[in-house]
């Protein structure tokens, strides 16, 4: 993901509230902070130089407590809100030098807003609220209907675009607001809170939904939310803000492992270690591989030295084969190991949270693999190496605090 080139540059963004930014902008520069800045001049400042990149197909989550910065950050992107100052690039369009008219031209088509509140317009079906937006741009009847249809149909809305807002649910309203947005067939969408009017279940239904969708459509999403197992469950980065400011940008598991300063440590404190932290942070290097021609007495010595529960078997590419546990070694003598493999299965990719290596490591023999996407052999996890990894995780996190 981020490999891939930026889509959305945000570079030294600073919002002032207040009728003169002047000389706040001024005392800020000068290196004052935000609450001597209200106290020399009743100027708010909501956003003090955000920098950061969005990669082409990323959901980015843009997180932080009430007051942090969150909504004025999203809406500078679009310039609903006008920044102060800084700039913001999407792809070679610097949109904070657009003038009136080809930034109202820019917004329609490149940008979807998706709020908390649906704002859906009750006297209209949902068909006509999804078509609002082509409606406006002039698109023709049969071709914004039709169009509107096909994002009904993508938000699993199908069979109910003749209905009113008042007759849908708050999940399916919320779901008919996605599908507005995405009418407009932008490839970015500026999703505030999208959520959180929904109750715990339907929510994290969403929140799949819109993952798998996104991998679907390849949309650029930046994502605000104050909630970290929101944050978790969309994956991908975290832009966390304190106070105007980004103190730490990276994934939950980098907040984990090496946060910024006390407010992550705390705002990751209650973080479920096993649903972040992946196969491919627990793993070492196997001690006892063989080739899967390789017999089993020779296979059961290099296991008897190793002290590893199973051999990881591997074929001449090195791909994960399965294992084999010194019991079924023994007396098998010079049968060779594909005839013996005994847990094809044992694996799991680098990507994979901890989680999902616990209920292998509970139904195996021991010990996992760790493969990449071709199913090559990267490392393995036995019990103790998980163990290790989850006391690792708790030490870096440092003690509690007391307050
Ligand atoms: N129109 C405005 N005029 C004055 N101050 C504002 C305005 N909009 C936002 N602010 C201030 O800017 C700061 C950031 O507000 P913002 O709405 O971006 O926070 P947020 O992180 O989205 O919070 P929440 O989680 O409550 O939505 C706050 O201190 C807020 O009071
Ligand atoms: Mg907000």
Redesign the pocket.
Known sequence: MSQNRPRIRVRGLT?I??DDAGPALSLLQAGRDRNEVLKATGA????QDVSFDIAEGEILVVM????????????CINRL?EPTAGQVMVDDVDVTTLGERELLAFRRTRFGMVFQQFALFPHRTIQRNVEYGLEVQGVPVAQRRERALAAIETVGLAGWDQHYPAQLSGGMQQRAGLARALALDPDILLM??AFSALDPLIRRDMQQELVALQRRLKKTIVF?S?DLDEAIALGGRIVL?KD?RVVQEGTAADFLAAPADEYVRRFVEHIDVLGVVTAGDAMRAPAAVKPWFSTAAAALASLTQSGEPVVTVVCQEGRFQGTVDAETLKGAGETELRFLLSDKDACVPEGATLNDAVSKLASGRGEIAVVGSGRELKGVIANADLVAALARRRQEAGPQTAH
């Open positions: 919002k509230f207040g708010v400042v909501g956003l932080g407590l009430s007051g942090s910065g969150k909504s004025t950050c999203l809406r809100i505030d809170e605000v104050h803000m105007g």
